[in-house]
């Protein structure tokens, strides 16, 4: 028994193919040990029918062999049983470490079942976190992309004034030098009387400029607001603060990922223990 059990721990195939094969000697023996018993059935009911009914007397040769084959099959269906009896807990320890390994395989399809949930839970949320990855860098390319997008260092290149509409007098101006008949003194007049009416439209300009910087600056608005560059910087600050924010939670929730999954390693560690 101890040689089988050792046979059974090193190769567990053994007891299976000696429980196929006392099945095959089982099947075989029982249906030659059946068809005999019903050949010596029907001779007894044959040597009956003689006695009883035809009142002749079957011959010792004949009574001789259908004993002989009643006795056949009894040592027969004898040698089986005890055969049974023999190999019986051979079997049943194979029985008991092929349900072992049924209960195994459960298991193990069980556990597996259930990782590959936890894997598209890890799925979903990964591709959660991959979206909102996606989200910022949506909301950075649709900025730089943006007309009004403008770098930080660049944002002392900006005009500050922009022109207004030429006057109606400058308009009638152009208007005689281009018009005019071929008159060059009257056309270098006319370009003279222009030039000097858009440098005092251009002074104009510039003073109420500095009128309204001076105004803008005594009311201590710059100091408040800082001014183009002031506002490029706080955009930044604030978009800066959102993508910590995405990212935050980018980190927390791969944190959280990464417990759950020592969990579930810590749990099935224990379950193996426990088994």
Not at 45 to 50: I, P, W
Not at 178 to 205: F, I, P, W
């Amino acid at each position: 028994m101890q040689r089988l059990r050792d046979d059974v721990g090193s190769h567990p195939s053994v007891l299976r193919k000696r429980i196929e094969s006392g099945k095959d000697r089982l099947k075989t023996e029982y249906r030659s040990l059946n068809a005999r018993f019903e050949d010596a059935d029907a001779m007894v009911q044959e040597m009956r029918k003689d006695v009883t009914q035809r009142g002749s007397i079957p011959s010792a040769q004949l009574l001789r062999k259908a004993s002989d084959e009643l006795a056949a099959v009894a040592q027969g269906s004898e040698a089986l049983v005890a055969f049974i009896n023999e190999t019986r807990a051979d079997w049943k320890l194979t029985w008991e470490e092929e349900l072992q390994n049924i209960l195994k395989e459960q298991s193990f399809v069980k556990d597996v079942e259930q990782m590959l949930g936890e894997l598209l839970d890890d799925a979903r949320h990964l591709d959660g976190v991959l979206d909102k990855l996606e989200q910022v860098v949506d909301l950075r390319v649709r900025e730089r992309a943006s007309d009004s997008y403008v770098p930080a260092a660049a944002t002392k290149f900006i005009d500050v004034v922009s022109p207004d509409d030429a006057p109606d007098a400058k308009q009638g101006l152009l208007r005689q030098i281009t018009c005019v008949d071929v008159d060059h003194e009257r056309r270098l007049d006319a370009l003279r009387a222009a030039e000097k009416l858009r440098q005092q439209e251009l002074a104009a300009k510039v003073n109420e400029f500095d009128q309204e910087l001076a105004d803008f600056v005594g009311q201590r608005k710059l100091r408040k607001t800082g001014g183009t560059e002031e506002l490029e910087r706080k955009r930044m600050e604030k978009e800066n603060e959102v993508l910590k924010e995405m990212m935050k939670s980018v980190e927390e929730a791969e944190q959280a990922r990464r417990a759950k999954i020592a969990q579930r390693k810590a749990a099935k560690q224990a379950r193996q223990g426990a088994s």
